[in-house]
């Protein structure tokens, strides 16, 4: 607990000596969210704060609060093309058909494409290409080198969580990253917790790397931020794949 909060602490140090550490969209305030505020901080945001997205991290194991997909409050799709999803316009025309054929806004899958890889349709790995999501996923299960083929697989994972959690938003974007529930054998079949990315069997299993993921999407991209630049302070649960000695992130 004492070492969660160093770090929580360090990583605010951190923010101070680089960026504001608040922001305000002007798009109001969640009120299906718990902890919302108006302004987005490093914990909080209209959609919610950390902690309430993160709920039952520190004890317990991950148990998410509802939130539905309409709910979000998020930025329309030209303002987020024009200020900091710019690098998506060019994919534009794969977001709007998988979104059509899926019935999610194509703002959301750029904003997902924007969090797993910059928008970069090169980006490689196990989990490839814009939405970075696994073969499996793709039709045939085998990943192709259509941007399409791509976004729709990331499309069809998105929905397939939001249909298995009853709607639930929290959860399918945790899962988009590898986050889990009680229940499914990983972690002495404790949902997630704090202390599971660093411990063997979550170095084993290599992920998930960040618990600040759903603030970032939620209380970053969606209000239009720019989580991996100057709004970079946005998140405490930082991990980015590093351990401390005590199996602590
Ligand atoms: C999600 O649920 C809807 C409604 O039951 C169903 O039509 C659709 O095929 C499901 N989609 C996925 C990807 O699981
Ligand atoms: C999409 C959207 O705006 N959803 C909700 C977000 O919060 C506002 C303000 O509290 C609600 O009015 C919306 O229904």
Redesign the pocket.
């Known amino acids: 607990m004492a070492l969660r909060n160093a770090i929580t602490l360090a990583s605010f140090v951190l923010a101070a000596g680089v960026a504001a550490q608040s922001a305000d969209p002007g798009l109001g305030v969640n009120s299906h969210a718990q902890g919302a505020t108006e302004e987005v901080t490093p914990g909080a945001g209209p959609n919610g704060s950390e902690d309430w997205l993160n709920t039952g991290i520190n004890d317990g194991g991950w148990n998410p609060p509802f939130m539905a997909l309409d709910d979000l409050i998020l930025v329309d799709l030209q303002t987020y093309y024009s200020g900091v999803g710019q690098a998506c316009q060019q994919y534009d025309q794969y977001f709007q058909s998988a979104g059509k054929q899926?019935n999610v806004s194509p703002v959301i899958l750029a904003i997902i494409a924007m969090q797993e890889s910059s928008c970069n349709a090169n980006a490689g790995g196990p989990t490839p290409g814009l939405m970075q999501v696994s073969c499996d996923n793709y039709p045939n299960g085998v990943c192709t080198d259509s941007i399409q083929d791509n976004v729709d697989a990331g499309t069809?994972y998105l929905?397939?969580q939001i249909?298995s959690s009853n709607g639930n938003a929290v959860q399918a974007f945790g899962s988009y990253n590898g986050w889990f529930t009680a229940g499914n054998g990983l972690n002495n079949n404790k949902g997630l917790t704090a202390d599971y990315p660093c411990s063997s069997e979550g170095q084993s299993n290599g992920e998930p790397q960040n618990l600040d993921y759903i603030q970032q999407i939620f209380n970053g991209w969606m209000l239009g931020l720019d989580v991996y630049g100057d709004d970079s302070w946005i998140g405490t649960y930082k991990c980015a794949g590093s351990c401390n000695g005590n199996n602590q992130c």
Do not use: A, G, K, M
């Open positions: 899926y069809n929905v397939s249909n």
